[in-house]
């Protein structure tokens, strides 16, 4: 049985990819898209949902929700994903808007969940999902998993300290920490496993259909990344999805995990306590390491699912 899920997503390249990725893959059942601001405004990443969805040709509502976190001030990432959160490729414009506003969605779908609960999927700020748990707390025993791309044990990428997910809303993801139900972590540690480089581009081009151009043409828009020498860049987003897509990519670890809500330079910092080193109980499964080209060959058969 495919697994049922709700992403919520900021639109954003890899966020595209990642879609690609859920909607092409029998293993999940994808009830919805909520959408916040991230990458770029909601003003953006809203219709870019949109536009992602539609090229699939699914019938997914796509719903807005915040457009700043919790606490503090929103914050783009231009620089990677630029000024409209695609790299400059341009889609038609998708299906509207489901009506209403993403908390509200995600709660009722809770409410109406299967016995086995509903897996909640974040991409972006933690903010829509932890207003939809934070407002309705007896929901919580129908979240089957929460799996979120968010974090470092090692050093971030918005700053030294901080992962940007986790940045954006350091208040919403201790939320989603302290929640009680199984989380699990996509760091920043194991998406620099999974990276793109120019001649993965190239394969994934092998093939047919609209979707796979698209994606083909996002992820050759996405600047190579200083860190690995401007020949590769990790494609964060879409690990999120394969680690429920294809588990037996991956190797994981049961971890305490605190998010820093300080507002000094460690704000937003995910504290991992790998060795266990605190003897506190594990709230987290952290994925450690990911087969990378096995993730790629997902990733191809994905696309090569959809239109
Ligand atoms: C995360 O931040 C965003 O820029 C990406 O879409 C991904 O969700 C990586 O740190
Ligand atoms: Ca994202």
Redesign the pocket.
């Given at each position: 049985m495919p697994i049922p899920v709700i992403i919520d997503c900021?639109p954003?390249?890899?966020?595209a990819l990642a879609l690609f990725l859920a909607l092409g893959s029998p293993e999940l059942d994808v009830r919805m898209v909520t959408v916040a601001g991230?990458?770029v405004g909601l003003a953006q990443t809203l219709p870019n949902a949109r536009a992602i969805v539609g090229v699939t040709g699914k019938k997914v509502p796509v719903i807005a929700g915040a457009d700043r976190p919790l606490l503090g001030a929103f914050r783009s990432?231009t620089a990677?994903?630029g000024t409209d959160g695609l790299g400059g490729v341009r889609l038609p414009e998708g299906p509207p808007a489901a009506p209403g506003i993403a908390a509200d969605a995600i709660r009722a779908a809770l409410r109406e969940a299967p016995p086995e609960g509903l897996t909640l999927i974040g991409?972006?700020p933690a903010t829509n999902l932890a207003l939809a748990l934070a407002t309705e707390p007896a929901l919580v025993e129908k979240v089957a998993r929460i799996v979120l791309?968010?974090g470092a044990w090692g050093e971030g990428?918005?700053s030294a300290s901080a992962?940007?997910?986790a940045m954006s809303d350091p208040e919403g993801l201790a939320v989603l920490l302290a929640c009680g139900r199984p989380v699990t972590l996509v760091t920043?540690d194991l998406?620099a496993q999974a990276l793109v480089t120019a001649e993965i581009i190239e394969k994934l081009r092998q093939g047919e259909g609209e979707c796979r151009k698209v994606a083909c043409d996002i992820l050759a828009g996405i600047p190579m990344s200083r860190r690995f020498g401007n020949k590769a860049y990790p494609l964060?987003?879409p690990c999120a999805i394969a680690w429920l897509v294809a588990p037996e990519l991956f190797t994981n670890r049961d971890c305490h995990v605190v998010v820093e809500c300080g507002v000094g330079p460690g704000r937003g910092r995910t504290h991992v306590d790998r060795w266990d080193r605190l003897k506190q109980p594990a709230n987290a499964t952290v994925a450690e390491t990911i087969d990378a080209a096995r993730f790629f060959e997902v990733l191809d058969k994905a696309l090569g699912r959809l239109e």
């Open positions: 900021d954003g390249t890899d966020d991230g990458n990432e990677v994903h991409l972006g791309m968010t990428n918005f992962e940007f997910n920043l998406t964060h987003d």
